[in-house]
């Protein structure tokens, strides 16, 4: 793992930036497929986790959840919206159905897990404050350091194009996206935070924050949403 800003790491992937995860202080930030388990724990191994938080509840962020929660004894939290989905295992109504997250479906998506705390707008998870922002999912959240303007938003946007793997912004795709209106108002409100540094779901970290802010108003532009 590689440090990104102070006390917040980005955990190796294969390949990487494809799909991240972070590790805040003692606090891991989604756990990619359930594939990726073994990687992540060979990673983590060392570390004493107290929390592992989610973004959000899709099998590319919660497919390892069960087994670094059963492997290192910690507790799940994810958003207050998204606890049955996470405690179910049914990902029907957090992603669009199709041919595409049907296949994700069955090799990405991990086992039900239950959670001990659903996660509201203004609470605090390693020294982040959690961020209100549906549209990818229906309780999708972001986390916010004031402090020093780090933002991990998860996947209200990217930094990576997944058919080149090169870098670049652009909105999550729609096939993956419950509400992409939705989606475009929770990018606006991150973009308010005029953030130094953005961490994504996809894709490399954005040093020059002011790039997501000009991208976020550039999409609301073209396509103009209610905030």
């Known amino acids: 793992m590689f440090e990104i800003a102070p006390d917040v790491y980005l955990l190796r992937g294969t390949p990487d930036y494809l799909v991240n995860v972070y590790l805040v202080g003692d606090v891991l930030i989604d756990a990619s497929t359930r594939p990726a388990r073994s990687g992540l724990l060979r990673q983590l191994r060392g570390h004493k986790l107290s929390i592992h938080a989610l973004t959000h ?89 004031e ?22 912004l652009d909105e999550p795709p729609a096939i993956f996206t ?14 308010a935070l005029n953030p130094r540094v953005v961490c994504f779901g996809h894709g490399k970290p954005l040093y020059d924050g002011a790039r997501f802010v000009e991208f976020a108003h550039r999409m609301a532009q073209a396509s103009p949403v209610g905030v």
């Not at 919660?62 to 994810?78: H, K, T």
């Not at 419950?178 to 973009?191: G, I, T, Y």
């Open 57 to 145: 509840v899709h099998p590319d962020h919660q497919g390892a959840s069960s087994a670094i929660c059963d492997a290192l004894d910690v507790p799940l939290w994810c958003s207050e919206t998204e606890v049955e989905a996470m405690e179910s295992g049914d990902m029907s109504n957090q992603i669009p159905r199709n041919a595409i997250t049907s296949i994700q479906n069955i090799f990405w998506t991990g086992p039900a897990h239950p959670v001990a705390k659903g996660l509201r707008e203004g609470d605090e998870v390693g020294g982040f404050t959690v961020i209100s922002t549906p549209g990818h999912s229906p309780g999708h959240l972001s986390y916010w350091r």
């Open 147 to 168: 402090k020093d303007r780090v933002l991990i938003m998860g996947d209200v946007a990217r930094n990576i194009d997944f058919l080149t793997l090169r870098e670049g």
């Open 178 to 191: 419950k509400d992409n209106d939705e989606n475009r108002r929770s990018m606006l409100k991150l973009a």
